[in-house]
Structures are given as structure tokens and as C-alpha cells.
């Protein structure tokens, strides 16, 4: 086998290239696709920047009233102006969410798992075409489990929703989650990310990593990185801020910004990065600044 080692070629990503098939259109891997996704793909990401603040809120669908989610109808007003994507059940859309808010959303379309449970990786497509058509989602969110026991339905699950997709012009946002037993490292979630894009998903939604470049570069489509258990706000704007810059084009998070006492200071200086430009001690220092404007109120109450 010496041999045949030694004819591999060694990876490359190209890091210092930009991906190479964008244009006209600005988001990854969508060239190709027809006007109806490029519309909802532009709802999603800002044309400026080409980056997106996803709010997810999805969480009850099967961890019930989270803590900082007890309230969707009162927390959502306070958030709303600062968010791109509404990432969200059709359940919280249909009852919480004015539509009039213009916002995008990200309608979450598998379900069927509950935290009573030790195995989390197994879920149905529980949303049709019709629905999403209906509620005007701009994307359909599917849960995949790569590694986990319910890697293949979960992977059906996805590709039905392409095909869905497809017919009818709504992108899919394929979720990489991780387990208690699953790896959270580059090689993983270049594996996952990499199966997602490939398998037809037009955004994906993982998490930060050591070498997470080469994670972005390897991945047709774009990245948004999820936030994950609450973080200190200082340090969740760094991982907001490390995702960015080392490729992401957007995150999608949740627990960090509701869970945070200064919700609404914490969402303002995550778009700061996101579409400002502001590294993570500039955006801590905004923060703090929009706190201490806040006069001791905690917005997030
Ligand atoms: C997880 O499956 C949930 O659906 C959330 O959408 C996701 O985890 C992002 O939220 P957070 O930033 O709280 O992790």
C-alpha cells in the first residue's frame, strides 16, 4: 500500500483564492440556479455584504420553553429590527411572528425528536412544499445526523426536501448536528458539510472549528455557524467574529443572543461584525457602549 500512498496528492483548498463560479450571482453555488432561489437565496443574504444574521428561536420544537424563549411574542418585537432570517417552526411563525415584519425565514422542517430522549437523531420531513409555499419561506431547515443512527432517514429526509426544493424554488439549509458521542473537529465537519453540499443543500448550518477555512473552502455553498450553549457575550462575539473571518458568511444563533440578560445590545453588535466589518473587541466595546445606553434595563428581559 506504500505505494499507492504515495501517489496521493497532498490537499489543497486554495486558501488564498476566492471561490471561483461566482458570478453574476453573489451567493456561493447558486449560479445555476433559477430566479425563484436566487430571490429567496437574496432575502436570506444582504447583497452588500453577502453575509446574513440568522435569529434562531427554533428550539422549542424540541426542547419546549427554553430559558429566554418562554415568551416568543414578547422577546421577538424587541429583536426583530436587528434580524435578517427568522429561523423558526411554523408553529412559532404562524402564532408569534407578524407578517408584516419582511423578515426571511428560515422555516424549520424536520421534527420528531424531544430532550426526554437519549437518541436525538431521529426525525421526519414534517413540513411539505405546499406549506413552505404557503408560509413564503425563503428556506426549508433539515436536520442531518452524519455518524449518528439516524444518519440515512435523516439524509432522505434532505434529499426529499431538495427534490421539493427544487420543484418548487425553495433552497434547502442543511443543519449539521452534532451529539454527545459525535466529533466536533475539521475533519468532521468537513465531512459533513462537504456530504450536505453535495447532496443538493444550498446553505449550511454547522459549527466553528480549528482550520475552519479549509472547512469553507472545501464547501460549495455558504456557512453559517450556530452559536451553541451560552457563552460570555465577550466570547461569543469572538466565535462570532472567528467564524467570519475565516469564512463563514453568516451565523445562525440562538441561545447567545436570547439567552444573553443585554438581548438586544448583543444582536446589534453581532450585525456589527456580520455586516460591519468590526472585530471582536470592537464589537465587545459596542456592546458594552449600547448596555450602558440601556440605563440598567436589561433588554433581554
Ligand atoms: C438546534 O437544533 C436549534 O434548532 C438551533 O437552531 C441551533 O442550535 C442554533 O441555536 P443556538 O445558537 O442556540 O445553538
Redesign the pocket.
Known sequence: MADLDNLKVPHDYHLDKPFANNRPFYVKGANALDWGMKKHLANIFNPKSGNTV?F????G???GAVSGLERLDLVLPKLMPHIDVL?CTRGALRTCVDPACRKAVAL?ATSGSSMVQDDLSHEILAVDAEEAVRLNADCL?V?TFIGADGQLSSLQNLEQAVNLGQRYSIPVLG?V?VGKEMERTQKYFKLATRMLAELGANII?TYYCEGFDEVAAACPVPLVV?????LPEQEALKLCYDSISHGARG?????????SYHAVSMIKAVRKIVHGGLNDQEAYEYYKAEVAKEGGEGAGS
Do not use: C, E, L, T
Open positions: 440568522m434562531a428561536f427554533d428550539h420544537y424540541f426542547m429561523m424549520r431547515a436536520q443543519v448536528a448550518k450556530a452559536g451553541g450553549r451560552k451565523v445562525d444563533m440562538g441561545r447567545n443572543i436570547f439567552q
